[in-house]
């Protein structure tokens, strides 16, 4: 049996292409498996990475058992269902995110991990970017005093297409899902769990959230003021403040 | 009778001695009465500025036949009260920010001012600086297309003196109305009234706001995205974004 962490694929978009292509540079992980709901696309994106087994179905790769942890790359509206069916599997996984799309779900999905104790996480790669790791570090040094304040956006301007994953309700969409997550990602890694939260969205004429501002409170009173959006292109900057200075 | 609009002054602190210097230089103004609840400042500040008229209560300059107008310039909690009396002696008044310390307040004023027939207005001079004009401007040109969001903060860090102004709630401290209004009132320029209103501040050992982050809504979906702060320094900068385009 082989050291390297043996990896499996569980959707065959440009995301999954980008994570397959990002896990051929690691010496420790190993490609074996991908699983799609079409076997045609199963075999090419197999071909493509040189993977051994391909599966018609996601059933097929959660119960493979060459494989020790499954990324999951649907679409937002199915990353329970399909995180669920890896987990209850004995898979971990690491899921794209959004890792869910409410609260229910992401409650539902820690559990089973739990319960399984298997590893389970949100494929939130922004954390670990050379900057954050840096900023993490400034951060534990006290470098800006006590931090108070925190203010980060993303949001972009996208043509209305009513049938496109982004405008569309039931697939997840909405600016908050697709990139104000990364917002209140920072804000989750920098003050962690918030205490507080309220907020105010435009929801479109296809009912997703065009913008949003929210305005997150925490247990020392830090507060965290971000905004997202689909339709508007917003500066994508984030800015903390303590008490002896500010990083931006 | 000259022609010029005679002016009275209510108050003598730094920002009086700043407004009356203003008003030197404007031709058609006239600075003839400044009351003071104490003789000796009314006096000194008369002096400073060769005003004709003195007064040692702001009851006696309320009621100084040779006044159009009054600018009350007295501390915040104090707005309401002193613009009630020159609205009920039949002055005009320009008050200084914030306008009053609740919307109590401010509704009394304003229904003062309707039932006198009287000219009230709030001295928010950053309404008039020569790149709010051009920004107003710029924006009936459609030049960023339809405004969509708004951010703007205002905040500084000082030291914390509970007796002082800033910390006192009595004398209507705090963040949001110390400079918070200015961000409001530059949403209000460009927006108009919210239509929805959420917030989260951290209110501080002496009960007054030390920092907020607000969200405003407004009739056409568009969003203002606020912060404020007395013990945290901000960036101090506002981003208009619209379909076609940002300023900065």
């Given at each position: 049996m082989s050291q390297k962490i043996q990896w499996g694929i569980l959707g065959t978009g440009s995301i999954a292409h980008k994570f397959a292509t990002g896990l051929?540079?690691?010496?420790?992980?190993?490609?074996?498996s991908v699983g799609s709901r079409n076997t045609e696309r199963a075999n090419q994106f197999a071909d493509g990475f040189d993977i051994p087994n391909r599966h018609p179905s996601y059933e097929s790769l959660a119960s493979?058992?060459?494989?020790d942890i499954i990324y999951v790359a649907t679409p937002h509206n199915l990353h329970c269902e399909n995180t669920q069916l890896c987990l209850e599997s004995g898979k971990a996984v690491i899921c794209?995110?959004?890792?869910?799309?409410?609260a229910d779900q992401a409650t539902r999905m820690i559990e089973s991990a739990q319960a399984e104790k298997l590893f389970l996480m949100e494929a939130m790669w922004t954390r670990y970017l050379p900057l954050m790791v840096e900023l993490q570090a400034m951060l534990a040094e006290n470098l800006i005093g006590e931090v108070r304040m925190l203010t980060a956006d993303f949001g972009f301007r996208a043509g209305i297409n009513p049938e496109s994953r982004l405008f569309t309700p039931k697939l997840g969409g909405g600016a908050l899902l697709d990139v104000g997550v990364y917002t209140v990602s920072l804000s989750s890694m920098i003050f962690?769990?918030?205490?507080q939260v309220v907020s105010l969205a435009h929801l479109g004429e296809t009912g997703v959230d065009e913008q949003a501002g929210i305005v997150l409170g925490h247990a020392q009173n830090e507060l965290a003021i971000l905004h997202t959006a689909i339709r508007t292109n917003t500066p994508q900057e984030a800015i903390i403040m303590g008490t002896k200075g500010r990083i931006r």
């Amino acid at each position: 049996m082989s050291q390297k962490i043996q990896w499996g694929i569980l959707g065959t978009g440009s995301i999954a292409h980008k994570f397959a292509t990002g896990l051929s540079f690691l010496s420790d992980a190993e490609l074996v498996s991908v699983g799609s709901r079409n076997t045609e696309r199963a075999n090419q994106f197999a071909d493509g990475f040189d993977i051994p087994n391909r599966h018609p179905s996601y059933e097929s790769l959660a119960s493979d058992p060459n494989v020790d942890i499954i990324y999951v790359a649907t679409p937002h509206n199915l990353h329970c269902e399909n995180t669920q069916l890896c987990l209850e599997s004995g898979k971990a996984v690491i899921c794209e995110k959004p890792f869910a799309i409410n609260a229910d779900q992401a409650t539902r999905m820690i559990e089973s991990a739990q319960a399984e104790k298997l590893f389970l996480m949100e494929a939130m790669w922004t954390r670990y970017l050379p900057l954050m790791v840096e900023l993490q570090a400034m951060l534990a040094e006290n470098l800006i005093g006590e931090v108070r304040m925190l203010t980060a956006d993303f949001g972009f301007r996208a043509g209305i297409n009513p049938e496109s994953r982004l405008f569309t309700p039931k697939l997840g969409g909405g600016a908050l899902l697709d990139v104000g997550v990364y917002t209140v990602s920072l804000s989750s890694m920098i003050f962690g769990s918030p205490t507080q939260v309220v907020s105010l969205a435009h929801l479109g004429e296809t009912g997703v959230d065009e913008q949003a501002g929210i305005v997150l409170g925490h247990a020392q009173n830090e507060l965290a003021i971000l905004h997202t959006a689909i339709r508007t292109n917003t500066p994508q900057e984030a800015i903390i403040m303590g008490t002896k200075g500010r990083i931006r």
